[in-house]
Nanobody, 119 residues
Framework: VQLQASGGGLVQAGGSLRLSCAAS????????MGWYRQGPGKQRDLVAS???????NYADSVKGRFTISRDNAKNTVYLQMNSLKPEDTAVYYC??????????????WGQGTEVTVSS
């Protein structure tokens, strides 16, 4: 199982970016999916998560600006980021709780995609 994240880049404050993360490989089901971020010298924190039934949860710092969504048919999770601020600068990682046939569910991480917001 692999998670491939994409969509990061350099953007000015107030701009937008859309991150994507696609899961591939042998999977029975994908449960919760989410995005985390790790800024320079900081710990990795939850940005947003979404259940298979599309219930969402957001960090207070991104509420009203970021939107998480998923396409179950494509095994993909998205993060639409609007009104970006310099403090959003970080490496963004996707995570998925994946169940493989005859195995318990486990967390898988993508490789990270860098987002830089200039002031």
């Amino acid at each position: 199982v692999q998670l491939q994240a994409s969509g990061g880049g350099l953007v000015q404050a107030g701009g937008s970016l859309r991150l994507s993360c696609a899961a591939s490989g042998s999977m029975f089901s994908i449960n919760a999916m989410g995005w985390y971020r790790q800024g320079p010298g900081k710990q990795r924190d939850l940005v947003a998560s979404i259940t298979r039934g599309s219930n969402t949860n957001y960090a207070d710092s991104v509420k009203g600006r970021f939107t998480i969504s998923r396409d179950n048919a494509k095994n993909t999770v998205y993060l639409q980021m609007n009104s970006l601020k310099p403090e959003d600068t970080a490496v963004y990682y996707c995570k998925a709780e994946i169940q493989r046939l005859m195995r318990p569910g486990a967390d898988y991480w993508g490789q990270g995609t860098e987002v830089t917001v200039s002031s």
